[in-house]
């Protein structure tokens, strides 16, 4: 009788060689995300789609025997300077659990460097979603077409005013995130691209409730004569509804608004005789769930490092009825009302290269 003496590692090959195909892989795919806002409703919806794509994606694992479920840790951040030195604490703690992938809303592009840094270099994928984060390497940015919106909203102010007329012009701005900052850009470059005079009378900071009540009162301080300020532009709703309805507790109706987000009550506020003139709306769930589907995508082992440009949609009275609301898919394509340089408006989600120097 002849005896083979098997080594221990052969042994523990043997072993894992005799599992049925597929149990190796039974290991959920651990992915920690870190949320800003707790009160802004469009950063809720996209939170909400987030979730919505993780159940439909554990839903189908039977259908798809490639795929391991997800196991979601979540950070919420919370508003205001607070919440960003929040998030970065909560982003070094996320970093101990060793996670496979970390999903981050940043509450500020700038301040969270360091700490995606870390995560470079202890080999964790980051994927961002919303905005961007300053230095080091992400997997990949979901985010609306942000320059888009604000263009879309600049094409609407400048059909609605004489080009030689110079617009007078206040900005609810928050310069401490890309998709903000972006929003400005398009804003004024629609201007510019339609010959649309303009002066900047002022610019506050503001994108949550309280900030915006606080620059309405400011604004009227400000500019107490009416017919001073032409139009408001929001860079969201966040601010931009508090302000909204400030103005028009006070009476002053001579102030026209151009915000971002598509937030139900600003849009439900549209009518010929309304302040507001166009609200470029986020599809904020499908932003949730294709940032889980571009984790997916890497974890499967694809590692481009892509950038999605989900399409903002520019809600007035003419075109509200084709909005589906932040919780809906993704609007029709139609023809723009309203002068501009492409007056077909795209459904199309864009995907591009993103570069190490973005």
């Not at 401490?176 to 804003?187: K, Y």
């Not at 606080?214 to 408001?232: C, E, F, I, N, T």
């Amino acid at each position: 009788m002849t005896y083979v003496r098997y080594s221990s590692i052969a042994i523990i090959l043997l072993a894992l060689l005799s599992f049925p195909t597929g149990l190796l892989a039974e290991q959920p795919w651990r992915i920690c995300v870190l949320y800003w806002s707790d009160t802004i409703p469009g950063q809720l919806a996209m939170r909400e789609g987030l979730r919505r794509q993780v159940k439909r994606h554990n839903r189908q694992l039977q259908q798809q025997p490639d795929m391991r479920a997800i196991d979601l840790t979540e950070y919420v951040a919370g508003d205001g300077p607070e919440g960003a030195e929040r998030q970065i604490a909560q982003f070094y703690q996320a970093l101990k659990t060793h996670p496979d992938l970390i999903i981050v809303q940043p509450a500020d592009s700038a301040a969270l460097t360091e700490p995606l840094r870390q995560a470079n270099a202890k080999g964790i994928p980051v994927l961002a979603y919303d905005q961007f984060i300053e230095g080091g390497q992400l997997a990949g940015l979901v985010t609306s077409n942000n320059y888009q919106a604000g263009y879309l909203a600049g094409e609407v102010v400048a059909d609605l005013f004489p080009s030689q007329h110079a617009l007078r012009l206040v900005f609810l701005e928050y310069p401490l995130v890309s998709s903000t900052v972006l929003r400005v850009d398009g804003f004024l470059d629609a201007l510019e691209d339609l010959g649309q005079a303009y002066t900047l009378l002022h610019a506050y900071q503001a994108v949550e409730p309280v900030a915006g009540r606080k620059a309405a009162r400011a604004l009227m301080r400000d500019y107490p004569q009416p017919g001073s300020v032409d139009v408001v532009f929001s860079v969201n709703d966040g601010g931009g509804l508090a302000f909204r309805r400030e103005l028009e507790r006070a009476g002053r109706r001579d102030i026209r608004l151009a915000s971002v987000d598509g937030d139900p009550e600003q849009v439900a506020s549209l009518s010929e005789n309304s302040l507001l003139l166009v609200d470029s709306a986020q599809l904020c769930a499908v932003i949730g769930e294709q940032t889980i589907q571009a984790a997916v995508q890497w974890l499967k082992g694809d590692h481009r490092r892509l950038l999605y440009q989900v399409p903002t949609y520019p809600v007035t009275v003419e075109t509200r009825a084709g909005y589906k609301g932040w919780y809906g898919g993704v609007p029709a394509t139609f023809t723009k009302p309203w002068m501009s340089r492409k007056p077909l408006w795209s459904h199309q989600i864009k995907v591009l290269n993103l570069h190490a120097d973005d």
